[in-house]
């Protein structure tokens, strides 16, 4: 404070010394009044910026304009100005993080495990107080892991592509053993590709059971559904399908809804996933979810269509998936019993006609004596018009249609008028008609046949086409017929074959003499 009054006080004198010499002196021109340095010094900068507005350069006071009442001129005594502070900087709004992981898993998909690596951890840095940082610890971890791994299943890869089997087999292996950054080169493979290295790849996720993949095999299905891969990737599906997200399956309804030819049917199974696991088995779920209103309907339809086909191969595999699609199934339930009077029931299976002929009733213990057997269902009628149906067979027969009986007739040997009490004509309409047959058979040979004829119909027996019947609880399909094997000969009774008279061995016992 001393020093500072000193200063003030000097500089006071010393502009009183000046007004003093210029009084004798005259006036001074206005450029030697008071020198002006070119360049102003730090400190004199500071003390002028100090004085405040309207100071003379070089000033130190601020100006009486400025001053206060009473208060005492200082010089304000500053060193160099302090640098402004910088601006805080904003930290990362909490909803990039989620944007942010995300870049972190598609680098990783996309098998750029060094740049996903260096993205999470920045990640972890920039977002160090979000709550779900400290998680993001396992996936660094799981990345360094990953990128240690690259370069043996790279080299992999080439023996992959490289097309020898031997070489093929040892990459395999390798990616079996490959871990998580294994399956993540694999499945850039399928996605990526749609030659054999994709379909190499997708049969090794397949093994490998990669529900991670179902997904992709979902989107490169609808991207390539012409490529061999395709065969590869509906396989995988349909091995993965308990273990998978079933509503990921909704995305497969198009190839079944226009397939007239039953290409796609292996897809029904992973629909009725969706229908039974995501959807709880409502239908207007499954139509909400497909985005169809009539997908059900369609699906139904789909599976009636492939149950009067004539392709074995596509009939069989509707029997196995027509639930719950399809109400009916094709065919008559049938029962059979022990004793003429529907007594015992010993044996029920799916049969697809009524055609039992001489030793082919279908009874457990070959029996046919003292047998009874009934057979219902209903009857679909596509054209209306008059229909004959004629019952063959022995014993007693009865037929009922829309619950009327048609046919009661008790077969004796000898009887002319049995044909006649076999047969009947009616008029039908177009639909479904209920069915029921009974056969009762006392002793000898059995045989019963249900022959029909109509409008385009020959007469002709009655097929699984027009026959359907409600599935049961243990509903068993009735075996197919095995061919006649050609009776086999008794080739013991066969005699050998004669030798000429010098190679006629000798008789057991007797020893052949000497010529010599």
């Known amino acids: 404070m001393e020093r500072f009054l000193l200063t003030a006080v000097c500089c006071l004198a010393a502009a009183g010394c000046g007004n003093g010499e210029r009084s004798q002196r005259g006036p001074a021109p206005a450029e030697t009044a008071f020198p002006i340095a070119t360049e102003t010094p730090p400190a004199e900068l500071s003390r002028t910026a100090a004085a405040g507005p309207g100071a003379a350069p070089g000033s130190t006071f601020p100006p009486e304009e400025h001053r206060q009442p009473g208060a005492i001129a200082t010089e304000a005594v500053a060193g160099p100005a302090p640098p402004k502070p910088a601006a805080a900087q904003q930290p990362p709004h909490p909803a990039k993080f989620a944007e942010s992981l995300q870049e972190v898993l598609t680098l990783e998909q996309d098998a750029e495990f060094s740049q996903a690596l260096k993205r999470c951890q920045q990640t972890r840095s920039d977002f160090a107080k979000h709550p779900d940082a400290p998680g993001l610890g396992k996936i660094i971890t799981r990345l360094r892991e990953e990128k240690r791994a690259a370069p043996g299943l790279m080299f992999a890869l080439q023996k992959l592509e490289s097309g020898d089997d031997t070489e093929v087999a040892v990459a395999a292996e390798q990616f079996r053993d490959g871990g998580e950054a294994g399956r993540v080169i694999l499945r850039k493979m399928v996605r990526q590709r749609s030659d054999k290295i994709a379909r190499e790849a997708a049969g090794i996720l397949i093994e490998l059971d990669d529900v991670q993949s179902l997904p992709l095999f979902v989107k490169k299905l609808q991207e390539s559904p012409e490529s061999k891969l395709a065969e590869v990737l509906v396989a995988g599906l349909c091995s993965l ?37 995501t959807c709880g088995g409502d239908k207007a779920k499954f139509n909400e979810l497909v985005a169809d209103p009539d997908a059900f309907a369609r699906l139904a339809s789909y599976l009636e269509a492939a149950l009067a086909s004539e392709d074995e191969k596509v009939f069989d595999w509707a029997m196995e998936n027509f639930a719950p699609f399809a109400a009916e199934v094709p065919g008559l339930k049938g029962s059979y019993f022990e004793g003429r009077d529907f007594g015992k029931l010993v044996h029920e299976q799916l049969d697809f006609k009524v055609d039992v002929s001489k030793r082919g009733f279908p009874f457990p213990d070959g029996s046919e004596d003292g047998i009874s057997a009934k057979w219902s269902g209903s009857l679909l009628v596509q054209n209306p018009g008059k229909y004959t149906f004629h019952c063959a067979g022995t014993g007693g027969r009865r037929l009922w249609l829309d619950d009327q009986l048609l046919i009661d007739v008790l077969s004796i040997k000898g009887d002319k008028k049995d044909k006649k009490k076999s047969t009947v004509m009616i008029e039908l309409f177009a639909g479904s008609h209920p069915l029921k047959i009974e056969f009762s058979h006392h002793t000898g040979p059995c045989r019963v046949k249900l022959f029909w004829s109509g409008p385009g ?60």
Request: glycine share 6%; no cysteine.
């Open 457 to 516: 119909i020959k007469r002709e027996l009655i097929s699984r086409n027009v026959l359907r019947t409600v599935p049961w609880t243990g509903m068993k399909t009735a075996a197919a017929p095995q061919p006649k094997q050609p009776a086999k000969k008794n080739v013991l009774r066969k005699k050998p074959p004669k030798l000429p008279a010098q190679g006629k061995p000798p008789k057991a016992g007797k020893r052949r003499k000497d010529s010599n």
């Open 241 to 277: 399908a308990d273990r998978a997200d079933a509503a990921e399956f909704a995305g497969l309804y198009p190839f079944v809804k226009d397939d007239s030819g039953f290409e796609w049917r292996r897809l029904v199974p992973l629909l009725r996933v969706t229908l039974q696991k």
